[in-house]
């Protein structure tokens, strides 16, 4: 199994960014996504969260700012990021909580992240 995230890039504030993030391999379902980011020198933050259904939290710091959303196969989750601002800079990563194939236990698989800078 393979969670994988793409979409990071320098950006200017007030601009938009779309995160991608995978999960692939031997999958029987996937359950909630997450993406998380961590800034230098700072801890590591919950930043948006998807369930199966399509329920989603945010952390208060960028509601109506980002969307989180999933595909119908349920294995890729969107962060479309608006209205950016420097401290949205951070290293953001993905993890998804996921019951392999022939399994019952769930386990979370992290992505290894992309850097998304916004900076003039």
């Known amino acids: 199994v393979r969670v994988a995230e793409s979409g990071g890039s320098l950006v200017q504030p007030g601009g938009s960014l779309r995160l991608s993030c995978t999960a692939s391999?031997?999958?029987?379902?996937?359950?909630?996504m997450s993406w998380y980011r961590q800034a230098p020198g700072k801890q590591r933050e919950l930043v948006a969260k998807?369930?199966?259904?399509?329920?989603?939290t945010y952390v208060d710091s960028v509601k109506g700012r980002f969307t989180i959303s999933r595909d119908s196969d349920e294995k890729i989750s969107y962060l479309q990021m608006n209205n950016l601002e420097p401290e949205d800079t951070a290293l953001y990563s993905c993890?998804?909580?996921?019951?392999?194939?022939?399994?019952?236990?769930?386990?979370?698989?992290w992505g290894q992240g992309t850097q998304v800078t916004v900076a003039t």
């Open positions: 391999g031997d999958i029987r379902f996937v359950f909630d």
């Open positions: 998807i369930t199966p259904d399509g329920s989603t």
């Open positions: 993890a998804a909580q996921i019951r392999k194939m022939g399994k019952f236990d769930i386990s979370t698989f």
